[in-house]
C-alpha cells in the first residue's frame, strides 16, 4: 500500500508559477511509475504529466506541454509539478498518482491504483 498527499496547491494570478509536490508513503520499495491528473469543476479527470521511475521517460498533456515540468528525487520519495505561465484554464484540482507496474498508456487514468485527496490551484485572470 502507498499513500500519496499532494501540497503546495493555492491561489495564483495568470502568467505566475506555482510547484506541486507529491510526498509517497507506505510501500516506497517498489518501483512506481507516477503522474499528475486534474480536475476542473463539471469535467472529468484529464491527464498532465507522468514520469517513469527513473525519471528517464516524461509524458505531458499538449495543453501544458512547454509551461509544466514533471519531476521526482527517488530518495525523497516525492514527485514535483512545476508549472508557469499558469492560465485560467489551469484551474483544477490537481491529483497525484502512482503505480507499480508501468502503465502501457501513460496518460490513462485506469493505469493507476493509488491516488492522493487532490490540491487545489486556482488561476485569477
Known amino acids: 500500500q502507498v499513500q500519496l498527499v499532494e501540497s503546495g496547491g493555492g491561489l495564483v494570478q495568470a502568467g505566475g508559477s506555482r510547484r506541486l509536490s507529491c510526498a509517497a508513503a507506505?510501500?516506497?520499495?517498489?518501483?512506481?511509475?507516477m503522474a499528475w491528473f486534474r480536475q476542473s469543476p463539471g469535467k472529468e479527470r484529464e491527464f498532465v504529466a507522468a514520469?517513469?521511475?527513473?525519471?528517464?521517460?516524461?509524458v505531458y498533456a499538449d495543453s501544458v506541454k512547454g509551461r509544466f515540468t514533471i519531476s521526482r528525487d527517488n530518495d525523497k520519495n516525492t514527485m514535483y509539478l512545476q508549472m508557469i505561465s499558469l492560465k485560467p484554464e489551469d484551474t483544477a484540482v490537481y491529483y497525484c498518482?502512482?503505480?507499480?507496474?508501468?502503465?502501457?498508456?501513460?496518460?490513462?487514468?485506469?493505469?493507476?491504483?493509488?491516488w492522493g485527496q487532490g490540491t487545489q490551484v486556482t488561476v485569477s485572470s
Open positions: 498518482a502512482a503505480d507499480p507496474l508501468s502503465p502501457a498508456d501513460y496518460t490513462d487514468n485506469a493505469g493507476y491504483i493509488y
Open positions: 507506505g510501500r516506497t520499495s517498489l518501483t512506481y511509475t
Open positions: 514520469i517513469s521511475w527513473s525519471g528517464g521517460k516524461t
